[in-house]
């Protein structure tokens, strides 16, 4: 048995879900914070007026706007810094994951899963013909049958290798690490859909996180799972992020994930490996059945599926979602 230390080091805002939401009734926002308020609080001390302010549509920016001799002071949970003035009054949060004292933190579960990805993907691409029986099939196929591939790759589930390979959840991670980033999809030519009414609490860049790892039996080598993200990053740079206009702004070494919610579906798939030449089609065919309003049979003629880099903004500057560095030591 081995054990070692994994550091991640934001370099994007990275969100991981809770499956709470923040609605414009619990934030209020003033000059660079949004201000989030326990609503069981808040009835304690306003009452009746705030339970007309339920029934209207008014944002509690408007509502606290209007009242400003209110003492709401102890209702206060906590406060977190915006990354851009886009964000709104409207808009709604998804909430960050936090232990029971309030701290954000990341599951072990999330960054093995993102290795684990990396590490079928770089398999599947150093060992094709083992792989050759997915490559004839359909994404939806073959991920009914998902866990076909991961047998090919890792073993029977009662004894895969991937249980000899454990690593904790985060140290708790302070509470001012946090930061509102607001979903923005980027298309091909540049031009972005910021109208989204969508935020998330995210760690900010330029924060490092660490976990425990421990591997048994010798199953995986710290220089394979290292190639192996090694070669994802770059297969996703190459093969897809390069096919935008706005690529090449930012400049990243290849020993990144992409890690948590709003990434994209490419960076949590092997389609790249699979298919290889043939990934915008099957991804746009699988797309298209899964959101057939989102009309992702254009897809195709663009040459780029999905055809919408997930991102954010940050002080003015557009970045991908979930960029870490990672270290093993």
Known sequence: ???????????????????????????????????????????????????????????????????????????????????????????SIDEFLKDPYGYPYIPGSSIKGAIRTALLAYRINNEPSKYARFKSQSIDKWRNNGRDIEIAAFGNPQDSKFKNLRISDSKPIPKDSLILSKKIDIFKDGESNNKLNLCRESICPGTKVYFDLTIEKDEFSIEEIIEAIKFFSRQYRENYLSKFNSFGKEKYEDNIIYLGGGTGFLTKTVN????????????????????????????????????????????????????SRIRID
């Open 1 to 91: 048995m081995k054990n070692y230390t994994i550091t991640l080091e934001t370099l994007t805002p990275v969100y991981i879900g809770s499956g709470k939401k923040i609605t414009k009734k619990d934030f209020k926002l003033e000059k660079d914070y949004a201000y989030i308020y326990d609503p069981i609080k808040l009835h304690s001390i306003l009452g009746i007026s705030y339970e007309n302010f339920l029934t209207n549509s008014l944002s509690l920016t408007d509502y606290l706007g209007r009242n400003q001799h209110f003492n709401i002071s102890s209702a206060l949970k906590y406060f977190i810094s915006i990354g851009d003035k886009t964000i709104r009054k409207s808009d």
């Open 272 to 323: 790249q490996s699979l298919y290889g030449a043939k990934t915008t089609k099957e991804v746009s065919q699988f797309l298209n059945k899964a959101f057939k309003w989102h009309k992702h049979y254009r897809d195709i003629e663009i040459g780029l599926s999905p055809r919408a880099k997930k991102c954010t903004k940050i002080n003015g500057k557009t970045m991908e979602m979930g960029i």
